[in-house]
């Protein structure tokens, strides 16, 4: 049996990454999955899910700051909100991150964790945890 878990989550910046990672390995405990994939999934075309480092918050504010020269405010983009830059960052990460779980935990490397991803806030936002118990 599947289990989705749905989350709202108040970004307070208009670029942040947020460690959702207590917030996805609670899901895995809560279902009981001993062996399967926790799927982290974002319905926003301007925030993302990513896997990073979790132990320096630098990490964070050097993504940040390479993402606005990599995607700078440009005159010349034409969508009307403004937000273009937004778009390409969170197509550049990916709307959903995928999770073996393992023996009832989540399979992540000794510095990684789980990252909502915000590239147009501050906003309300959505992420979802579906957690797939292999067969």
């Not at 990454?17 to 996805?24: M, S």
């Not at 700078?72 to 960052?89: A, I, R, T, V, Y």
């Not at 309300?124 to 957690?131: A, E, L, S």
């Amino acid at each position: 049996m599947d289990t989705l878990y749905n989350y709202q989550i108040n970004t307070r910046e208009s670029d942040e990454f947020i460690d959702i990672t207590a917030k996805v390995s609670q899901c895995v405990a809560k279902s009981k999955v001993e062996s399967g994939i926790a799927l982290v999934y974002c319905p926003h075309t301007t925030a993302a899910i990513t896997i990073n480092e979790n132990a320096d918050d630098d990490v964070k504010r050097d993504m940040i700051y390479w993402l606005d020269k990599i995607y700078p405010q440009d005159s010349n983009f034409k969508h009307m909100e403004g937000n273009s830059p937004s778009h390409l960052k969170s197509s550049a990460f990916g709307s959903s991150q995928s999770i073996i779980i393992n023996e009832g935990k989540l399979l992540l490397g000794t510095w990684q964790g789980i990252y909502f991803c915000e590239f147009d806030g501050p906003r309300m936002r959505n992420f979802y945890v579906k957690i797939i118990k292999d067969v």
